[in-house]
């Protein structure tokens, strides 16, 4: 069974960066399709980017396009979001999930079949 762990949530202010990692220990995320969601109290939760298993194809939100990133990182095996620019508007938790084999097709994203427990970032003065 996959098991997800996001680290590198935390408080920052407006205009900064964070970067989160989403790690799986026993399994190669290289097969997986990843995703990082994100829920903010009283709101829907929100697919804010995912990374195809094969060809690297990606998807970002309106909302974080040209601000966020996200990337692997093989030799860690992990994938990471970049979030740069960041807006009280992007506070949230952020959670990793995972789809083996899982694919980004126009802009879409498959359904995650793996979820981490999540990483809080708070975006504050």
């Known amino acids: 069974q996959l098991q997800l762990v996001e680290s590198g949530g935390g408080l920052v202010q407006p205009g900064g960066s964070l970067r989160l990692s989403c790690a799986a220990s026993g399994f190669t995320l290289d097969y997986y399709a990843i995703m990082w969601f994100r829920q903010a109290p009283g709101k829907e939760r929100e697919e804010v980017s995912c990374i195809s298993s094969s060809d690297g194809s990606t998807y970002y939100a309106d909302s974080v396009k040209g601000r966020f990133t996200i990337s692997r990182d093989n030799a860690k095996n992990t994938v990471n979001l970049q979030m740069n620019s960041l807006k009280p508007e992007d506070t949230a938790v952020y959670y990793c999930?995972?789809?083996?084999?899982?694919?980004?097709?126009?802009?879409?994203?498959?359904?995650?079949?793996?979820w981490g427990q999540g990483t809080q970032v708070t975006v504050s003065s």
């Open positions: 999930a995972a789809t083996l084999y899982g694919t980004v097709v126009a802009g879409v994203c498959d359904e995650p079949d793996y």
